[in-house]
C-alpha cells in the first residue's frame, strides 16, 4: 500500500503560479509511473502530466504544454507539479497517482494508476 499526499493548492490570479507536491509515504521503487490529473464537478478526470521514473521521460497535456513541469525528488519520494501562467480553466481538484511498477503511456491512459491521493484544490481567478 501507499499513500499520497497532496498539497499547495490554492486560490490564485490568472497569470500566477502554484507549485503542487505530492508525498508518498513509502518508498516507491525506481520503475514507475507517476502523475498528476484533474477533475472538475461534473466533467471527466483528465491527465495532467506523467512522469517515468525510470527514464525522466515526461507526457502533458496540450492544456498545460509550455506551463507546467513535472517533476520528481526521488531522495524524498515527493512528486512536483510547477504551474506557471494559471488561467481560470486550470481551476479543478487536482490529483496525484501512481502506477507502480509501469511505464507510462498515453496522456490520458489512468487505468494502471492503482494509489491515488485525497487532492488538493487549485481555483484561479480572472
Known amino acids: 500500500q501507499v499513500q499520497l499526499v497532496e498539497s499547495g493548492g490554492g486560490s490564485v490570479q490568472a497569470g500566477g503560479s502554484l507549485r503542487l507536491s505530492c508525498a508518498a509515504d513509502t518508498y516507491i521503487g525506481r520503475n514507475n509511473c507517476w502523475g498528476w490529473f484533474r477533475q472538475v464537478p461534473g466533467m471527466q478526470r483528465e491527465g495532467v502530466a506523467k512522469i517515468d521514473t525510470g527514464t525522466g521521460h515526461t507526457l502533458y497535456a496540450d492544456s498545460v504544454a509550455g506551463r507546467g513541469t513535472i517533476s520528481e525528488d526521488k531522495t524524498t519520494h515527493t512528486l512536483y507539479l510547477q504551474m506557471n501562467n494559471l488561467k481560470p480553466e486550470d481551476t479543478a481538484m487536482y490529483y496525484c497517482?501512481?502506477?507502480?511498477?509501469?511505464?507510462?503511456?498515453?496522456?490520458?491512459?489512468?487505468?494502471?494508476?492503482?494509489?491515488w491521493g485525497q487532492g488538493t484544490q487549485v481555483t484561479v481567478s480572472s
Open positions: 497517482a501512481i502506477a507502480l511498477g509501469r511505464e507510462c503511456d498515453h496522456i490520458r491512459s489512468q487505468w494502471n494508476f492503482g494509489f
